[in-house]
């Protein structure tokens, strides 16, 4: 043997010993997963189609809950494990918990996602006239492309509440038959000017404007008649007046269902990926446990999109309440248990995009179809925000996913300088939890359509389940 050879054979021996071996994760699969892949995505997609708004995602959380076996916590109930329990706050936010078989003493295990995603909010006096058409003005709610929503297919959910109390359900758009509504943009031949600003400032939040109607009210001669004539339609339909828009929430979401994207099949588009992919990774996961040996906790919060903030937000102390109130069926002070759980904050992260290849750290980005994208810190600048992951706790999780066969990947958002984001693992992180961020790659994230790979939703329902069963 040359000398030439052997040192190529020693290469190779160091490379397959100490470099960090990337791989796409097809080239991953045990057995039978391709199909586990396309069982767990079908249900997604189901979920994604029930659930455009949190209060709609905590209806179909309940019903698969119910389904598997749980039920709505009385404070001061007993709890034996395998005990399946979950409290709903203020129809927004829900949070399961399947009791384990040690002691809450000895911490819970927890999977945290949120399930509001960017929409626009109607504003509480939204419904206007002018030229002989109707609109509804519009606050968006979380961080939007405002250029993205113009020109699409809106629907409209959420609620109206009358001075009685009495609460109106609104879903127009996702039933057979139903209108849509849509934003008006300005047309190529006249947008000589628009065309010349800055992406950001193109279209202003007060263009974003909802058409709702241009049919006049007939044999009338006073004024607003498309105006009035919406109105007697909704007053027709749901017994309201104009002034009952005040105490609404209402919301437009993109008029697109889930469906399959590529040749292949191989990724799923659709509205409200984040944070909708790691709340039903999350639920899948603690709807499958067995009597695990430490309790499962999934919390599926809203208001993560602005900040956490709110009563239903992470930041919320209705978490620390309904803990609380486990513990206490066991004897077990809240910080006790507290300082001893362990939280993935499952929450999605940017997937490097080739189209956009620039504001990416290659070495550091989280690849479609690498599995499950764990961040040690989200945040901005010099960190910014972070809940920071100590080593440990990144070790431990390494550990578990390993064990388990996840196909997971270490990512940070993109470059240092290009921007930032947070999730809600800075809040699990100040109740004294250890708090990792763990998601999916998303493509074209906070769009009305996002992209995600299938393999990456099923990864992450994988490791929630690991982390949940982990002894
Ligand atoms: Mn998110
Ligand atoms: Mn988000």
């Known amino acids: 043997m040359s000398e030439e050879m052997k040192e190529q054979t020693r290469g190779e021996h160091l490379r397959k010993a100490l470099l960090y071996d990337k791989k796409n994760g097809y080239d991953r699969l045990a057995d039978g997963e391709q199909e586990a892949i396309e069982a767990y995505c079908t249900g997604y997609k189901q979920f994604l189609d029930a659930g455009k708004t949190e209060r709609e995602c905590v209806d179909r959380t309940i019903a698969l809950a119910e389904n598997a076996g749980f039920r709505p916590y009385v404070r001061g109930t007993e709890l034996k494990p395998g005990d399946k329990v979950y409290r709903v706050n203020r129809g927004k936010a829900v949070t399961l918990a399947v009791i384990g078989r040690k002691g809450l003493d ?8 949120h399930i509001d995603s ?6 509480q006096n939204p419904l206007y006239e002018t030229d002989e058409l109707a609109f509804l003005k519009t606050h968006y709610y979380g961080g939007i492309r405002k250029y993205q929503w113009v020109t699409i297919p809106l629907e409209l959910h959420g609620v109206i509440v009358l001075k009685s109390g009495q609460t109106i359900r609104i879903s127009i758009g996702n039933g057979e038959g139903d209108p849509l509504f849509t934003i008006d943009d300005l047309l190529p031949h006249l947008g000589v000017e628009q065309s010349k600003k800055p992406l950001g400032e193109a279209i202003p939040g007060e263009s974003l404007n909802i058409l709702v109607g241009s049919r006049p009210l007939a044999d009338d001669e006073g004024k607003d008649r498309v105006k009035l004539a919406a109105l007697e339609l909704l007053n027709r339909k749901y017994g309201i007046t104009e002034e009952d828009f005040i105490s609404a929430e209402l919301c437009a979401v993109p008029a697109f269902n889930a469906c399959d994207i590529g040749f292949d099949r191989s990724l799923i588009g659709a509205y409200g990926h984040d944070d909708r992919v790691c709340a039903y990774a999350c639920l899948s996961a603690i709807l499958q446990l067995d009597p695990p040996e430490y309790t499962a906790v999934c919390m599926l919060a809203d208001k993560e999109e602005i900040g956490s903030e709110g009563v239903t937000g992470m930041k919320s102390a209705a978490f620390d309440t309904f803990m609380t109130d486990l513990c206490q069926a066991q004897g077990v002070p809240l910080r006790a248990c507290y300082e001893r ?16 290849a620039d504001v990416y750290e290659k070495r550091n980005s ?7 994208g764990l961040c040690k810190y989200t945040g901005a600048r010099g960190k910014s925000g972070a809940s920071d992951a100590s080593a440990e706790v990144v070790a431990r999780v390494r550990r578990v996913l390993d064990d388990a066969s996840v196909v997971w990947q270490m990512a940070e958002l993109g470059k240092v300088d290009a921007g930032g984001g947070g999730t809600v693992a800075a809040y699990m992180a100040q109740r004294d939890i250890d708090t990792l961020d763990a998601g999916v790659p998303v493509l074209s994230m906070h769009a009305p359509f996002e ?3 299938k393999l990456d939703c099923y990864m992450t329902f994988k490791g929630m389940k690991a982390l949940f069963e982990e002894v």
Do not use: E, M, Q
């Open 341 to 356: 759980s362990f939280c993935l904050s499952a929450d999605v992260t940017a997937a490097f995009d080739p189209n956009f």
């Open 118 to 123: 960017p929409r626009l909010d109607l504003k």
């Open 106 to 113: 000895h911490g819970a295990r927890i999977g945290a996602a």
């Open 451 to 453: 992209t995600v790979g």
């Open 366 to 372: 989280a690849f479609v179809n690498y599995g499950l």
